[in-house]
């Protein structure tokens, strides 16, 4: 965009801040087909080892008739994290942080892609 800004400017952005559930690109590799990324607008969403100990664990994530995942913001609980959620599967709620503000990068472990039971 090419234009004079002035003093009092201002930009305003709308998102679609809805939870959508991405498949894992398909390739050569059959075990990859059974993956899911929860994405909230912009924002990918992830699994984080000090939150949730069974962060590696395969789930089958809830996906409403309009293929989104109906989740809830919750307190934060994790130290360091901006937003916490609880998503719905079939097997009890998980919760999922921010990947933006997640410490896995100080030896814990984080998931991004979430394993599905192989009947998902």
């Known amino acids: 965009m090419s234009r004079e800004w002035t003093e009092g400017d201002q930009i305003a952005l709308t998102l679609d801040m809805k939870c959508v559930a991405i498949e894992a690109p398909k390739g050569s590799d059959p075990e990859s087909h059974h993956y899911k990324a929860l994405q909230w607008g ?52 998980i919760v999922m942080t921010d990947y933006a503000s997640i410490d896995g990068w100080n030896g814990s472990h984080i998931n991004t892609w979430v394993q599905l039971t192989i009947d998902n």
């Not at 000090?50 to 989104?68: E, H």
């Open 42 to 93: 912009p924002l990918v969403l992830a699994r984080d080892e000090n939150r949730d100990p069974n962060y590696n664990q395969p789930v089958n994530i809830i996906v409403d008739a309009n293929g989104l995942v109906p989740i809830r913001n919750v307190r934060v609980m994790l130290q360091g994290a901006h937003l916490e959620f609880v998503v719905p599967t079939t097997d009890g709620d």
